[in-house]
């Protein structure tokens, strides 16, 4: 078992007998209070239709990301295919199957932000934090990502901070806003 995923203490999770095969899952020591809380909305949810993409986002929300193992998770409690799961983590871009940081920014690059100068936005942030589309920050606090639209061209060139939502922004605005959300940080630490 050490071969699996060093200096960590695995539980097994689950034995799921597939045909005459058992797989056993494993969890991490330090996620098992995470997934005692998915347990608890997928209970509160139910197996109704509609309510995965609902517990995957709240799944997101726990874990910070949608890897394999937690998609698996849900299937089994769900009673559907892990194919299922993925489709719908794959699909949607506001899933994602990668450790994020703790501030995820995304960059509209649809027609009227770009139109509106995004790209130099985007430059402005990639050069502001020292890292390119799809990386993260070494201290786990940023991640950047360009997006497609999302449906406020009015105030565009526009940039999302998680769920914020910052319009009109120029490349000088950059520093700023991140610092402002790197305090955020900064206040949560002082506060411990």
Wanted: aromatic residues 6%; charged residues 25%; glycine residues 6%.
């Amino acid at each position: 078992m050490s071969n699996l995923i060093p200096n960590t203490i695995l539980y097994i999770h689950k034995i799921v007998k597939v045909g005459v095969i058992a797989v056993e899952t494993y969890i991490k020591e330090s996620e098992q209070e995470n997934f005692k809380k998915l347990d608890v909305i997928i209970e509160e949810q139910g197996n109704e239709q509609g309510t995965l993409i609902r517990i995957l986002k709240k799944a997101q929300d726990i874990f910070g990301y949608l890897p394999e193992h937690v998609q698996s998770h849900i299937s089994l409690k769900l009673d559907i295919p892990i194919s299922t799961v993925n489709g719908v983590v794959s699909f949607y871009s506001l899933f994602s199957q990668e450790k994020q940081g703790k501030y995820t920014i995304g960059v509209c690059l649809g027609t009227a932000c770009y139109v509106k100068g995004a790209q130099d936005v985007l430059d402005a942030i990639k050069e502001e934090l020292s890292l390119d589309v799809g990386e993260t920050t070494l201290d786990q606090q940023f991640t950047l990502k360009a997006t497609r639209c999302i449906g406020a061209c009015g105030l565009a060139p526009v940039v999302m901070i998680n769920e914020d939502v910052h319009g009109r922004l120029s490349p000088s605005d950059i520093p700023s806003l991140i610092h402002q959300y790197a305090k955020k940080t900064e206040e949560v630490i002082e506060e411990k």
